[in-house]
């Protein structure tokens, strides 16, 4: 292992990868709970997803190890998940969108092989990244908040304030106070550690059952049939461009910036700035997506969580092979998964939308040209409740803005190509 891995070139050993891997782990087994929660509004079996979704995460982060030695962990991103579940299931079903997220995931490989994805990069305005990927937090907390009970429904406002003296919304309140403390105060793994005590607390308050011997722990697995080999690739190519798009694009730029951003981490990047082996690294994130597709689950994307494991030390793919290996080993947690209430998952969902939203801070709101489709895009996302549309109008309003300020030469052909992709996705 000292070999292959190269240890000592990078300056760790073998402890030191070990407890990496698990503060990596630790930082991201909240996704084993809270993807198959969501999936499950989409009609699929809650069981048969959480083993699809530890198998994927285990299998992809072992591949991402051992193709590139570098200390990255991967499983269903939030946020695309909820694009699943909330606005192409509704909309052609879950096998469809199944079919989507695997072709999605054949056109990242394909653009990888061909660095099509460094072209694409340079096309995108940063203020349209950086909204997007805001605008997936707004969404995402929006969704929170709904299955917390805490924004519910009204006719006259569309939106109101819930009733929070419901046994269910004081949980998911409480589990929110917790995750949010443990999070204060810097504690590793803080979104699983909060969603176990906010179960724990929902037991004492007979929303969640209390389990009778340690078979409610651990036990066999679910089986995967109700959801493996199920997807739709036909029905999928009928969604449309931009619903495709969507998810190639934000699987893209989300894979791009959080391997610069570990990499960063980890003094990884060359004198130039770049990540050497990242079309290794994209290629297995890629390869995640389609075969989690052929498993049963959303989009498999690399973690920003990974930097965890790097800041106690890890750096190489040990590192992520220890993290794999815990999310095999996961499947035997599914009886704990079922204790576990939507109020516990719910407070997960709101602080993951916190940390996806700072991404804001880094739109130029001084220049008005950005400012606009960026604000657009954060607006659109959570009140049309579709990640595609919030995309759309941002391509959409983009290069108008520039051209009516005379800066036409200011946005890529790309863009422009987009915008009118955008206009027929509104209005054809």
Sequence with gaps: MNKFFRFKENKTNLKTEIIAGITTFMTMAYILFVNPDILSFAGMDFGAVMTATALAAGITTILMGLVTNYPFALASGMGLNAFFAFVIAPIAGWEVALGAVFISGVVFAVL??????????????????????????????????????????????????????????????????????????????AILIGILLTTVVGMFMGIAPVPTG??????????????????????????GF?????????????????????????????????????????????????????????????????????????????????????????????????????????????????????????????????????????????LAFSIADGIAIGFLAYPIVKVVAGRAKDVHWFVYLLAVVSFVHFFF
């Excluded at 908040?145 to 006259?156: F, M, S, T």
């Excluded at 498999?300 to 095999?328: H, M, N, P």
């Design 214 to 239: 340690i078979g409610d722990i651990i036990g066999r697995p679910a089986p995967l049939l109700p959801v493996i080999g199920q997807l739709d690739i036909v029905g999928a190519l009928r969604l």
């Design 112 to 189: 990888s092989l061909l660095r099509i994805i460094d072209t694409i990069d340079a096309a995108v305005p940063v203020s349209l990244k950086r909204a997007i990927s805001a605008g997936i937090g707004l969404f995402i907390a929006f969704i929170g908040l709904q299955n917390a009970g805490v924004i519910v429904a009204y006719e006259a406002t569309q939106v109101t304030l819930g009733d929070l003296n419901t046994p269910g919304v004081m949980l998911s309140l409480i589990g929110l106070g917790i995750i949010a403390i443990l999070m204060a105060r810097r504690v590793k793994g």
């Design 242 to 382: 931009m619903l495709i798009f969507a998810f190639v694009f934000v699987d893209v730029f989300d894979t791009m910036g959080t391997l610069m951003g570990t990499a960063a981490r980890a003094d990884f990047l060359d004198e130039n700035g770049r990540l050497p082996k990242i079309k290794n690294a994209m290629l297995v994130d890629a390869v995640g997506t389609a075969g989690g597709a052929v498993l049963g689950t959303s989009t498999v994307t690399t973690y920003v969580e990974s930097t965890a494991g790097i800041s106690e030390g890890g750096r190489t793919g040990f590192t992520s092979v220890v993290t794999g290996v815990l999310f095999l080993l996961a499947i035997f947690l599914f009886p704990l998964a079922g204790l576990v209430p939507q109020e516990a998952t719910a407070p997960a969902l709101i602080i993951v939308g916190v940390l996806m939203v700072g991404a804001v801070t880094k739109i130029d709101f001084e220049d008005f040209t950005e400012a606009f489709p960026a604000f657009l895009t954060l607006l659109f996302m959570p």
